[in-house]
């Protein structure tokens, strides 16, 4: 247990529409990253956020965007969805900014058809 | 610019066997060198990591791992393999003094065999 929750659990979206995925963070925990772990592959470091702020961003496009709320919650959201983007996201929350432990959910399951 | 390369896709040991994972990095800078193992359909647990100080590093679970320089190595072992090791297990490299962003390694899978 590592007090990181997301939702949904899986979810199944049809190309081209949009979806938006939900993380818990823990309490005080004011930093926020989003992965993407395509099956058989490590994960892929989307953006991090820092107090609500982007201060990080991997090789995604713009399609990808995120938001971090002050409760410790945080969103992902991919529009124009493409069958490539169907993999596991992975929501990791630390409590500095240098993630020397960061603490990960147990992901969404996202399937584009 | 960093980089992780995990040797061998697939480990596979008898239970009470020695478990040797290796993990070789390349940065630019000091690296903060990371461990996690990921059990399926679930996230990602740090099992241990190194940032500064002794080079031996010991985690959960009676997992060690020690970080060379001048092999750019962070191997990880375990003396005495237990069927519940059996899982996806993940090394991470990020920068020190950089943005911190960890680049993950493409996994090992252990398998253990009674």
């Known amino acids: 247990e590592t007090g990181v929750t997301q939702s949904p659990t899986h979810l199944i979206k049809t190309r081209g529409q949009q979806v938006t995925l939900r993380c818990s963070s823990q309490s005080g925990h004011n930093t926020v990253s989003w992965y993407q772990q395509a099956l058989g592959q490590g994960p892929q470091f989307i953006f991090q956020y820092y107090r609500e702020e982007e201060n990080g961003r991997g090789n995604f496009p713009p399609r990808f965007s995120g938001l971090q709320f002050p409760n410790y919650s945080s969103e992902l959201n991919v529009n124009a969805l493409e069958l490539d983007d169907s993999a596991l996201y992975l929501c990791?929350?630390?409590?500095?900014?240098?993630?020397?432990?960061?603490?990960f959910g147990q992901g969404t399951r996202l399937t584009v058809v | 610019a960093q980089s992780v390369t995990q040797l061998g896709s697939h480990v596979s040991v008898s239970e009470g066997a020695l478990v040797l994972l290796r993990c070789n990095y390349s940065s630019s800078v000091p690296p903060y060198l990371f461990w996690y193992v990921q059990y399926p359909n679930q996230g990602l647990q740090l099992l241990l990591k190194y940032t500064t100080g002794a080079t031996l590093v010991k985690g959960i679970n009676g997992f060690e791992a020690e970080f060379k320089k001048s092999e750019t190595s962070f191997h990880l072992t375990k003396p005495s393999a237990h069927m519940s090791d059996a899982a996806e297990y993940f090394c991470?490299?990020?920068?020190?003094?950089?943005?911190?962003?960890?680049?993950f390694g493409r996994g090992t899978s252990l398998i253990v065999h009674p």
């Open positions: 990791a929350s630390s409590s500095d900014r240098v993630n020397t432990e960061a603490f």
């Open positions: 991470a490299v990020s920068a020190s003094g950089g943005s911190y962003i960890p680049t």
